[in-house]
T-cell receptor
Framework: GAVVSQHPSWVICKSGTSVKIECRSLDFQATTMFWYRQFPKQSLMLMATSNEGSKATYEQGVEKDKFLINHASLTLSTLTVTSAHPEDSSFYIC???????????FGPGTRLTVT | AQRVTQPEKLLSVFKGAPVELKCNYSYSGSPELFWYVQYSRQRLQLLLRHISRESIKGFTADLNKGETSFHLKKPFAQEEDSAMYYCALGGSNYKLTFGKGTLLTVNP
């Protein structure tokens, strides 16, 4: 089946620094990837849609200058949290769109802790 | 605006009992609805989609447009069904809107 990986699985960074999270589709090409944020015991909130070779589309209320998304190839999208603050601490999950409409394969998630 | 409501945060049943996880949606167009499941320490995965009208692991879900519902049902719950279940609604550009999820616990 289609597999999506994320790296790192867990990261701690100091306030004010930037951190990059990678999302890879391992055995298929994904023209579209999605980035979600999940707070403890809450649902997934879509942050942005990442399309290969073009700018990401951000959901309302998501700061695009803070959450930089790059989708440079058909198998890799990256999310960079810039000038991270403690309130950015969360679980970030990516998914890659499959061939069927609305089919998404999810990564295992990355836990970010900003101290 | 599209919205997905899962009214139960927690649902606890005994093994062998029927289980129903509720999902209601709000959407102006023709809805595409899904159930996703997340087992402990595992990633989110698709359980079933309404358009397929399939039964996966004994679970079924019927779209009721009149009641705007897509409840997930299983006649006899098993302990391995314990997980977090999310109802999701497809929108523009193949985006998904998720409900808040229901944590199902099946007791022995």
């Amino acid at each position: 089946g289609a597999v999506v990986s994320q790296h790192p699985s867990w990261v701690i960074c100091k306030s004010g620094t930037s951190v990059k999270i990678e999302c890879r589709s391992l055995d298929f090409q994904a023209t579209t990837m999605f980035w979600y944020r999940q707070f403890p015991k809450q649902s997934l909130m879509l942050m942005a849609t990442s399309n290969e070779g073009s700018k990401a589309t951000y959901e309302q209320g998501v700061e695009k200058d803070k959450f930089l998304i790059n989708h440079a190839s058909l198998t890799l999208s990256t999310l960079t949290v810039t000038s991270a603050h403690p309130e950015d601490s969360s679980f970030y999950i990516c998914s890659a769109r499959g061939r069927m409409p609305y089919e998404q394969y999810f990564g295992p998630g990355t836990r970010l802790t900003v101290t | 605006a599209q919205r997905v409501t899962q009214p139960e945060k927690l649902l606890s049943v005994f093994k062998g009992a029927p289980v129903e996880l509720k999902c209601n949606y709000s959407y102006s167009g023709s809805p595409e609805l899904f159930w996703y499941v997340q087992y402990s320490r595992q990633r989110l995965q698709l359980l079933l989609r309404h358009i397929s009208r399939e039964s996966i692991k004994g679970f079924t879900a019927d779209l009721n447009k009149g009641e705007t519902s897509f409840h997930l049902k299983k006649p006899f719950a098993q302990e391995e069904d314990s997980a977090m279940y999310y109802c999701a609604l497809g929108g523009s550009n193949y985006k998904l809107t998720f409900g808040k999820g229901t944590l199902l616990t099946v007791n022995p």
